[in-house]
C-alpha cells in the first residue's frame, strides 16, 4: 500500500458528516429534555410539582369527605431576591380532612414606594403528596401587582384528594415569590 | 498484540520544507507537535490549577479567616475545578492520543490535520476567557471569575457577575475543541488504521480513546446547550431554570450532571488505556483479558451516560428514582471489577521490575481502587443524605481524578516520554517523584475523609474549631504535592533537552507498532503503512 491511498480526505468525509450530525443531534437532544423534563415532573409530581391548571368546583365533583381521617397542611412562604415584599401565611398550619374544600390566606405588603408586581411559584413536600393536592382557585395562577406600600390578602383554595397515601399526616405547601418576569405581559399560564 | 512486519526503514524523509520558530508552532499539522502543544497547555494549566488550590489550602490551614476574602475563595474553587478538567487532564489525553494513535495504529498522522491544529488552538483563548475576570476585577471592571464552583448550578449561575459569562463562552471553545479533537480521533481510527488490524486487534489505549470520544461527542453537546439557556436565562429573558418564570432550577443539574457523570470517564478512559500496556511491559506478559477490557470500556462508557442523578440525591428526587440511580451506580463497578482484575492478573506472577512509568501505574491501581470503594459508599442512597457536599466527597473524586487521572496521566509520560523524545529520563528524580507524590497526596487527601464524616462542609472558606488538625495535615500534605511537580517539570525538561540515547524498542517488555519506529520517530510516522498479522 501506498502514501497516496493512505491519505486523501475525500474518503473521511462520509464519516465526519456522520459524527457532525451525532453532534447536532445531541445538542438538540439537551434541549428537548427541558420540555420532556416539565411533562415528567406534571405528570408524576417529580420536584413538588403541582398540577398546572386550576380544577372548576364542578370538576372535583361530589368528593367523599374522609372525617376518619385528619392531615396537618403546613404553609410557609419565602421572598426571593430584588421583591421588596413582606409575606406571611395568616394560617401556618391548617388542620384537613382529605375531601374538604378549604380555604386559607397569605398576607403580603408592598414595602417599596413603588408598583411592583410578584409571582409565587408553589412546592409541595413531600413530592408524593403534590399530585393529591388539588387547587380550586390560587393567587399563583396570575402574577400580583402590588402599588406602593399596598396590603393585600391572598387566597389559596385548595383540596387534598383522599386517595392520598395512607401514610401521610403531615404536608407542606411552600411559596416562594419572585419579582414578576415580565411585568408587562401578565399570564395565566404560571405554574 | 500480533506480530508485525516492517516494510521499509522508516527514519528519514525530511526533505520537505518546514517553517520554523513560532510559525511552525501556530501552523503546524502534524500529530507530535500538536501533540507536545496539548501536553505543554496541559502542564501550565495543571500548575496554576494547582497554584490556585494552594492558596485555597493556604486559608484552610487555620480556621477564621486569614488571606483570602470569602468571594476570592469562591472563585478560586471552581476555576481550579474548570482549569484541572478542561485545561490540565482533557488536553493531557489529547495530547497522547495525538502522539500515539497514529504510531500505535499505523498512521502517517490524523485522519483531519488542519481541524486538529484548529482544535488546539482554541484552547489558550479558552484559558485566557476563564481567567481574564481575576484580572478585570484588579482594574475595576466587573467582580472577579466564576464563583459559582464548577457545576454553574442555578439559580446562583443566573444571579452571578460577569465571570459566570467569562467561563460560559469559555466552555463553549473548550467544548467546541473537545469535538473536534474527539470526530478527529473517531475518524483516524476508524479509517487510518494499518492492513489487518481489526476492531479487535487494536491497542487498549486506542480502544479507551475511541470509547471516551464517543462519551465526548455524545456529551458535549448537551452541556453546551445547558451553558447556553443560562446565557440566555441571564440576559435575553428565558426561564429555562428560573422557577418565577415556570422553569425548574433542579433542570439545570439534570443537563449538567448528563454531561458531567461521563465526563468522569471521559478523564478515565484514556488512562484506563494507556496502564495496562505499562503493566504488561514491566511484568514482561501479555495483557491479561484483552476482551475483557475492551467490552468493560464499552459497557462503562454505556452505563455512565444513565447514572447521573446520583449527583444530586439531596435534591428532592422521588424514591423509584433515587433506587434507581443508585442500583444504576453500583452496576458500575461490575465491569471496573472487571479491570482491576485484568490488571492484577497481568502482573501476576510476571518477571516484574519497578521503573518510574510502573511505579506509578502500580501506585495507580492501589489508590484508584480507593477511589472506587468510597464511591460505592457514595452512590448509597440512605447513605449519601450525610456524605453529599461534604469533605468526603473532595476527597472520593480526588483519588479518582488525581490518581486515577493525574498518576495515569504521568504512567503515560514517563512510559512514552523516552520514544518521543529518544533520550531516557532520570530515574532517580523519576522515583523521587513518585515518592514524594503518592506521600504527600495521601497525606493531603486522606484526612478529607475523615473531615467529611466529621461533618466539614465543602466550598466554605472557614471552618469548626474541631476540624484544625485534619485540616493542617491536608494543607502541608498539599503543598508538598505541588512543589513536588516541579521535580516532574523539570525531569521532562531535562529528557527533552538531552539525556542516554534509548533504542527503539525502550523498555525490555514493549509489544506494538509504536516500538518499531526509532526513538524519536520520524517526522511523518508511518510512510507506509505497516502490516499486522
Known sequence: MNSATVSGPARHRPLVLKLTALVAASFVFGFALVPFYDTLCRAVGFNGRTLKDALAAKDVGPVRVDL??????????????????????????????????????????????????????????????????????????????????????LALTFIVNPDIDIKLREMTLAYAFFPAPTPSSPTGDQP | ??????????????????????????????????????????????????????????????????????????????????IMIFGALMPAATGFANWQIPLMIGAPDMALPRLNNWGFWLLPPAALMLTLPFVLELFGVGDGALATGWTFYAPLSVQGGIGVDFAIFAVHLLGISSIMGSINIIVTIFNMRAPGMTLMKMPLFVWGWLVTAFLLVITLPVLAGAVTMLLTDRHFGTHFFSAAGGGDPILFQHLFWFFGHPEVYILLLPVWGLVPHVLSTFSRKPIYGYKAQVYSFIAIGVLSLIVWAHHFFTAGLPVPALLYFMYSTMSISLPLAVLFFCWIATMWRGAMTFET?????????????????????????????????????????????????????????????????????????????????????????????????????????????????????????????????????????????????????????????????????????????????
Open chain 2, 1 to 82: 498484540m500480533s506480530a508485525t512486519t516492517l516494510p521499509h526503514d522508516a527514519a528519514g524523509h525530511h526533505g520537505e520544507h518546514h517553517p520554523s520558530g513560532l510559525m511552525r508552532w501556530l501552523t503546524t499539522t502534524n500529530h507530535k507537535d500538536i501533540g507536545t502543544m496539548y501536553m505543554t497547555f496541559s502542564m501550565v494549566m495543571f500548575f496554576l490549577g494547582g497554584l490556585m488550590i494552594l492558596l485555597v489550602r493556604a486559608e484552610l490551614f487555620q480556621p477564621g479567616l486569614q488571606f483570602l476574602k470569602p468571594e476570592f475563595f469562591n472563585q478560586l474553587i471552581g476555576n481550579h475545578a474548570l
Open chain 1, 68 to 153: 376518619a381521617r385528619q392531615l396537618t397542611v403546613q404553609f410557609s412562604a419565602t421572598l426571593m431576591p430584588g421583591l421588596p415584599w413582606e409575606i406571611r401565611p395568616l394560617e401556618p398550619t391548617l388542620d384537613i380532612h382529605p375531601g374538604e374544600i378549604r380555604t386559607t390566606r397569605f398576607l403580603v405588603r408592598n414595602t417599596a414606594h413603588e408598583t411592583i408586581t410578584g409571582q409565587a411559584v408553589p412546592s409541595v413536600s413531600p413530592s408524593q403528596a403534590a399530585l393529591s393536592l388539588r387547587k380550586l382557585d390560587c393567587f399563583c395562577f396570575r402574577q400580583q401587582t402590588l402599588g406602593p406600600g399596598e396590603s393585600r390578602e
Open chain 2, 357 to 533: 512509568p510502573m511505579l506509578f501505574a502500580v501506585g495507580f491501581i492501589v489508590l484508584f481502587g480507593i477511589a472506587g470503594l468510597t464511591g460505592l459508599v457514595l452512590a448509597d442512597v440512605a447513605a449519601d443524605a450525610q456524605y453529599h457536599h461534604s469533605y468526603f466527597v473532595v476527597a472520593h473524586f480526588h483519588f479518582a481524578l488525581f490518581t486515577g487521572g493525574i498518576m495515569g496521566v504521568m504512567t503515560g509520560v514517563y512510559y512514552w516520554l523516552p520514544k518521543w523524545t529518544g533520550h531516557m529520563y532520570s530515574e532517580t528524580l523519576g522515583k523521587l517523584h513518585f515518592w514524594l507524590t503518592v506521600i504527600s497526596f495521601n497525606l493531603a487527601f486522606m484526612p478529607q475523609f475523615f473531615l467529611g464524616l466529621a461533618g466539614m462542609p465543602r466550598r466554605i472558606p472557614d471552618y469548626a474549631l474541631q476540624f484544625a488538625e485534619y485540616n493542617a495535615i491536608s494543607t502541608v500534605g498539599a503543598f508538598i504535592l505541588g512543589f513536588a511537580q516541579l521535580l516532574f517539570a523539570y525531569n521532562i525538561w531535562k529528557c527533552i533537552k538531552g539525556g542516554p540515547s534509548v533504542s527503539a524498542r525502550v523498555w525490555e517488555g514493549t509489544e506494538g507498532l509504536e516500538w518499531q519506529l526509532p526513538s524519536p520517530p520520524p517526522h511523518h510516522s508511518w510512510d507506509v503503512q505497516p502490516t499486522v498479522k
